[in-house]
C-alpha cells in the first residue's frame, strides 16, 4: 500500500535506500562522516522509469508534426533522410533526450536504439548512454533500421558492439541488450540470428 511519509528521514548507503523513519522514529546512530542534507520543504520520490524511448530520434522532435504516424515515417524515416546523420548527430540527440528525461525525474529508461545501420552510428548511441550518467538499458534493435539491412548483419553488428564495450559496461550502469522489431513480419529462418542471441 502507498504510505506517505512526512517530516522524517531517508537513509540512503550507497546507492540503496536503507531506511525510512516517521519523525517519531530516531534513525540508528550515525558515523561523524555521514553526509546530511536538508529537505525540509522538499518531496523525495524514487526515479521514474521510460519503459520505451527512442532517444535518438530526438533531432526529430521540433520538425511540423505529421497528421498520421504513416506520415512522419514517409517523409522522416526514409533512407534519403537517415543516410545523412552522422555519428555525432546520434551522439548529441541521444543526450539531449536522455538528460530530458532526467530533467524529468525519468532516472531509468530502455531505449529502443533502432538508429540507421552502421558500427560508428551504433557506437555513438551506446557511448552517450555510457557517458549521460543515467541507468540505460539500451536495447540495440534488430529487424528496422530503415534500410533493408539484413538481420544477420545487424546482430554481427550487434555482437561487435558487445565486444568493443563489454569490460567498459561491466563497470556502467548502462546494459546492453537487443530487442527485435520484426518478429511479425520476418520468416524464422531470418529470425534465427536473433534467436540464436536469446538461446
Not at 38 to 61: C, E, L, S, Y
Not at 90 to 102: D, P
Not at 108 to 115: C, V
Request: aromatic share 8%; net charge negative; proline share 5%.
Amino acid at each position: 500500500s502507498l504510505e506517505v511519509t512526512r517530516n522524517g528521514s531517508l537513509l540512503i548507503v550507497d546507492d540503496r535506500i536503507t531506511g525510512i523513519f516517521s519523525q517519531d522514529e530516531k534513525p540508528p546512530a550515525l558515523a561523524n562522516d555521514v553526509e546530511v542534507i536538508d529537505a525540509t520543504g522538499k518531496i523525495i520520490t524514487p526515479g521514474f522509469v521510460d519503459t520505451h524511448r527512442q532517444n535518438w530520434q530526438t533531432m526529430f522532435r521540433h520538425l511540423p508534426v505529421p497528421n498520421v504516424m504513416a506520415d512522419y515515417f514517409i517523409n522522416t524515416m526514409n533512407t534519403q533522410v537517415l543516410q545523412t546523420i552522422q555519428p555525432e548527430d546520434i551522439y548529441n540527440t541521444q543526450l539531449v533526450s536522455i538528460y530530458e528525461g532526467l530533467e524529468t525525474g525519468v532516472t531509468t529508461q530502455l531505449d529502443h536504439a533502432h538508429h540507421p545501420p552502421g558500427l560508428a552510428r551504433a557506437e555513438a548511441a551506446l557511448r552517450a548512454s555510457m557517458d549521460s550518467g543515467a541507468r540505460i538499458f539500451h536495447a540495440f534493435t534488430v529487424g528496422t533500421n530503415g534500410f533493408d539491412t539484413p538481420i544477420a548483419d545487424q546482430v554481427a553488428e550487434f555482437k561487435k558492439l558487445s565486444e568493443i564495450y563489454g569490460d567498459a559496461l561491466n563497470k556502467s550502469i548502462v546494459s546492453l541488450g537487443v530487442s527485435c522489431d520484426a518478429f511479425s513480419r520476418k520468416t524464422e529462418e531470418e529470425l534465427e540470428p536473433v534467436l540464436a542471441l536469446i538461446r
